[in-house]
T-cell receptor
């Protein structure tokens, strides 16, 4: 079982739709969580951190469920410019530093 | 402020050749990382350096060596390239002064093909 798993998609949604991605992690020693965005053939860039209390940044909302070991990303009112791959990232310290990237979920927003 | 820069952007090697990928950051970050990204897989950590003068193995270190030349620069060397090392390589840096704040800043990547 992979340490961090994401639905690869692709998710094809119309503009204005709401779309949600989940990411599950297997190691309970995981300490910090992030969503990154990666455009085609570009480097990943931080979208938002994920906190236990949940956090929101404009149209984006991230949630963490430690009991069930998953994080989620909700995008409201999707824009064409949201088309990208969304990477789930989990950091943990288990004797040493370890960071695990999910393989990513591809999103296509269509007009 | 260029952020994280990487050279070269593209490289084609023959099996057995060696090369060094260069990475530099101008954000005064303590930590630097090298990842590889293959289709259908997440980024995998090759090596990292938590501070100047230290380096540690990540998930997939075999076939690679690194040097943390100074606080700014972190290079990745392939001593004898193999086709399995065909990948996109990303360098990243982060400032870990703040616990639980591990935002990483990535360079534009190096696309390496080994024939």
């Amino acid at each position: 079982r992979k340490e961090v798993e994401q639905d690869p998609g692709p998710f094809n949604v119309p503009e204005g739709a709401t779309v949600a991605f989940n990411c599950t992690y297997s190691n309970s020693a995981s300490q910090s969580f992030f969503w990154y965005r990666q455009d085609c053939r570009k480097e990943p860039k931080l979208l938002m951190s994920v906190y236990s209390s949940g956090n929101e940044d404009g149209r984006f909302t991230a949630q963490l469920n430690r009991a069930s070991q998953y994080i989620s990303l909700l995008i409201r009112d999707s824009k064409l410019s949201d088309s990208a791959t969304y990477l789930c990232v989990v950091n943990m310290r288990t004797g040493g530093f370890k960071t695990i990237f999910g393989a990513g979920t591809r999103l296509f927003v269509k007009a | 402020n260029a952020g994280v820069t990487q050279t070269p952007k593209f490289q084609v090697l023959k099996t057995g050749q060696s090369m060094t990928l260069q990475c530099a950051q101008d954000m005064n970050h303590n930590s630097m990382y090298w990842y590889r990204q293959d289709p259908g897989m997440g980024l995998r950590l090759i090596y990292y350096s938590a501070s100047e003068g230290t380096t540690d193995k990540g998930e997939v270190p075999n076939g690679y060596n690194v040097s943390r030349l100074n606080k700014r620069e972190f290079s990745l060397r392939l001593e004898s390239a193999a086709p399995s090392q065909t990948s996109v390589y990303f360098c990243a840096s982060s400032d870990e002064d703040r616990v639980f704040s591990f935002e990483q800043y990535f360079g534009p990547g190096t696309r390496l093909t080994v024939t």
